[in-house]
């Protein structure tokens, strides 16, 4: 009996924690965390709709693609949204964003795949930082990167991985994303990471990242256009009453609603459409014409 009991009670803890997992919680986001197998989380992107067409490709974090892209937990990216903005039948939207993703987890694990299939006149845009900011080499996740722009390089034994990595700066990892990107012909555009639902208390406004400031500095460096999502859309939160602001996000800071990811697919959309020259402009549909564009 002592025996069955504990059997039973072993199989019950085993249950529990399986129940616990990112992949089975009905309230959680998929495949955010990059100890998943990759594998996973790129057999749910969604197939390419008109290969040899022009090709907008995202990539990013879960705040650009939220789990599988269908709104588990309620949680919505904004670049799931863009597609009434553009002349779907005559070009791409590829949104190939993962969760859990940082700007070195992306560039190690996943972008090659997706430069492979990068053609001449396309589109990258790119929007890493949420996920930066970690430990570089903690054993739940070791995605963080150094912080900065710099070329300075730091020698870890990766947990996960269980490999030995160079890890680089925010801006290293950012600045090979652009250079690739050329050098397939295609354009890359930065985008600095949207904001989180954070306030200053001394002013009552959302909390600028640190982020933003960086991706700007590479832009510039690099000579590629950059959409300053970072300031564009606090901006937006700031001229909103804070419980508007809350109905936005789906959890406590990070991840939008449907309602969130539209006003910042929107904002997206406006702050392209200020690029000059601008890479998408034929590309736009009437409802991406009708968007007022950006001016800070």
Request: with cysteine.
């Amino acid at each position: 009996m002592r025996n069955l009991l504990c059997l039973g009670l072993c199989w019950l803890l085993a249950f529990t924690l399986h129940a616990q997992t990112p992949d089975s919680n009905p309230n959680g986001n998929q495949w955010t965390d990059p100890a998943l197998d990759n594998a996973k989380a790129e057999a749910a992107l969604r197939p390419i709709a008109h290969p040899g067409l022009p090709t907008l490709w995202l990539i990013g974090d879960s705040t650009v693609r939220n789990g599988d892209g269908q709104g588990k937990g309620g949680q919505w990216g904004w670049g799931d949204e863009l597609d009434p903005f553009f002349q779907t039948d005559k070009m791409n939207v590829v949104n190939r964003a993962l969760g859990g993703r940082s700007s070195r987890t992306y560039y190690r694990d996943h972008w090659s795949r997706v430069l492979a299939q990068v053609q001449t006149g396309d589109v990258v845009l790119m929007q890493f930082g949420h996920n930066d900011s970690g430990p570089l080499d903690d054993k739940a996740r070791a995605r963080g990167t150094l912080k900065g722009t710099g070329d300075e390089a730091q020698e870890i034994d990766n947990p996960i991985t269980r490999k030995h990595e160079t890890v680089h700066s925010y801006g290293w990892y950012l600045r090979q994303f652009v250079r690739e990107t050329k050098a397939k012909g295609a354009i890359p555009v930065i985008c600095s990471p949207i904001p989180r639902k954070t306030w200053e208390e001394a002013t009552g406004k959302i909390h600028r990242d640190q982020y933003g400031t960086w991706a700007h500095e590479v832009a510039d460096q690099e000579h590629v256009p950059f959409l300053d999502l970072n300031e564009a859309i606090a901006r937006a939160y700031d001229a909103m009453p804070h419980e508007a602001v809350e109905k936005l996000f789906a959890d406590p800071h990070t991840h939008t609603s449907l309602e969130g990811a539209e006003l910042n697919a929107r904002i997206v959309i406006s702050a392209l459409r200020a690029l000059n020259p601008n890479p998408v402009r034929t590309w736009l549909s009437k409802e991406g014409e009708s968007v007022s564009p950006y001016h800070p």
